[in-house]
């Protein structure tokens, strides 16, 4: 009788957890305000914090047999990056005195959050197709709610969907990243089964491939209202990966993957031009915000000739723009500055310095009056965290996410390929708008990572 009230126990558990992550999902894009600053959890916390304890008690329940079929690899790969990161930052604070703040305990905070939100994914949504599209779904469902406020821009702002400055499209996320970060998730999953459903038997999922063009048409023109021109670059990324690989798996001529990949490309990058003007109007012509994608990668040589000189503040180096230095071609300097810093230090490069770099090693950007504290991006982030091993930890992820993907293409000829194949186009996408933006893993998306890191090997 005990046996079986304790078997009853750990069904419940099970769906209670479930349940849970399914639903923290759901609510991952209401996130306008702070924990740390309110006391106030958002949904999502409280759903992920209900699926730690249950999730929790049910593998205690079940003697962690689940944990001990993950694989081996993966392990190592989370061990070596949880090493690299508190060595360096022990390396840190004897070589160089950077001792601990806030923002130190934040990044650590983040990272093994980050760590158990994608061993309980990776725990419950392995070998549970269902499960695993209900997870899919749910990704970008909620970024449907905000479709038709494309066409009441007036309620959007009063609603404090818009930031107040640049009137970009924010909805219910703390800043245009986030929301940039929610957006690209969900065109690229649904864009997946699109390709899968038009390149498969598409007749008998016609209205399903309107709807998903109608969705798929809207989360773009709300990603180019976000104007965040990194992740509307991934985006351009993502439908050439997709176009690509489905072409791929349906075992096309390379003329027609390549005929395919442009065609899709092309219809994605003129639906920003397609869409009435009267919607990007009364904040800024959607003209200029195109433009500026393709302009800023042509002026990194403006920067340099734009720097007035450089100081010091304290530890840490200050650069000084004249006000005709436009404001996003920083990157160019800030990664040609840390390059300097790891050919000076080599030990910055192999070791690491730790979470708290900043204290000494951040660099410091001012324009018209104002100070921004600029951050090396996701990869030369990783080496200053950690050094080699918490990059290398990265690449091991990457390298098991293909691996897993390639191996379901030639085994599998069914649908569920096209879900993990999405997944991993996603991961791919955010590293890639991470590199240009900034470092992922302090960034909130990087719960987007973790997950779809999960799903991607489930």
């Known amino acids: 009788m005990k046996k079986l009230d304790k078997e009853k126990l750990k069904i419940q558990l099970k769906k209670i957890t479930k349940t849970s992550l399914l639903f923290g999902i759901g609510f991952l894009f209401l996130w306008k305000w702070s924990l740390r600053h309110t006391f106030i959890p958002r949904p999502a916390e409280i759903f992920l914090f209900v699926a730690l304890i249950s999730g929790t008690v049910y593998l205690f329940l079940n003697k962690f047999e689940d944990i001990k079929r993950i694989p081996k690899i993966v392990l190592i790969a989370q061990f070596l990056l949880i090493f690299s990161t508190?060595?360096?930052?022990?390396?840190?604070?004897?070589?160089?005195?950077?001792?601990?703040?806030?923002?130190?305990?934040l990044i650590l905070y983040k990272l093994f959050t980050g760590i158990i939100i994608f061993l309980g994914y990776f725990i419950f949504i392995r070998g549970d197709e269902c499960f695993f599209k209900r997870v899919y779904i749910a990704f970008w469902l909620p970024s449907i709610i905000f479709l038709p406020f494309l066409f009441l821009p007036q309620i959007a702002e009063k609603l404090s969907f818009l930031t107040a400055?640049?009137?970009?499209?924010?909805?219910l996320a703390y800043d245009p990243h986030l929301e940039a970060a929610i957006l690209f998730v969900a065109f690229t999953l649904l864009f997946a089964t699109f390709m899968y459903s038009l390149l498969g038997n598409w007749r008998k999922k016609l209205v399903w491939l309107l709807v998903s063009l109608i969705f798929l048409y809207g989360f773009e023109a709300l990603l180019i209202w976000n104007n965040t021109r990194s992740y509307i670059m991934a985006l351009f990324l993502s439908v050439l990966l997709i176009s690509a690989g489905i072409g791929i798996f349906?075992?096309?001529?390379?003329?027609?993957?390549?005929?395919?990949?442009?065609?899709?490309?092309?219809?994605?990058?003129?639906?920003?031009?397609?869409f009435p003007s009267y919607i990007f109007k009364p904040y800024s012509q959607k003209l200029e915000q195109?433009?500026?994608?393709?302009?800023?990668?042509?002026?990194?040589?403006?920067?340099?000739?734009?720097?007035?000189?450089?100081?010091?503040?304290?530890?840490?180096?200050?650069?000084?723009?004249s006000s005709s230095v436009p404001g996003y071609d920083w990157r160019t300097f800030t990664t040609v500055y840390?390059?300097?810093?790891?050919?000076?230090?080599?030990?910055?490069?192999?070791?690491?310095t730790g979470v708290n770099y900043p204290k000494k090693f951040s660099l410091i950007y001012q324009y018209e009056n104002e100070n921004f504290q600029l951050g090396p991006g996701t990869i030369l982030d990783m080496f200053l965290w950690g050094g080699v091993g918490a990059f290398l930890s990265l690449l091991i992820f990457v390298w098991l996410i293909l691996k897993n993907v390639l191996q379901k293409i030639r085994s599998a000829f069914q649908e569920p390929f096209i879900y993990h194949f999405g997944c991993a186009v996603a991961?791919?996408?955010?590293?890639?708008?991470?590199?240009?933006?900034?470092?992922?893993?302090?960034s909130?998306?990087?719960?987007?990572?973790?997950?779809?890191?999960?799903m991607a090997l489930a």
Request: hydrophobic residues 50%.
């Open 165 to 171: 400055d640049s009137k970009t499209f924010i909805g």
């Open 427 to 442: 991961v791919v996408g955010l590293l890639f708008a991470s590199i240009l933006t900034g470092s992922l893993f302090i």
């Open 290 to 321: 195109i433009s500026k994608i393709s302009s800023n990668w042509s002026k990194s040589n403006i920067f340099f000739e734009g720097i007035k000189g450089e100081k010091k503040i304290g530890s840490r180096n200050m650069i000084i723009a």
């Open 338 to 352: 840390y390059f300097r810093i790891f050919k000076s230090n080599p030990f910055a490069f192999l070791i690491g």
């Open 250 to 274: 349906f075992k096309k001529k390379p003329i027609w993957i390549f005929l395919i990949a442009c065609i899709s490309l092309f219809i994605v990058a003129i639906i920003p031009f397609s």
């Open 444 to 454: 909130y998306a990087s719960i987007y990572f973790w997950i779809l890191s999960a």
């Open 86 to 105: 508190l060595f360096a930052t022990l390396y840190g604070y004897i070589r160089y005195g950077l001792t601990f703040n806030s923002d130190g305990f």
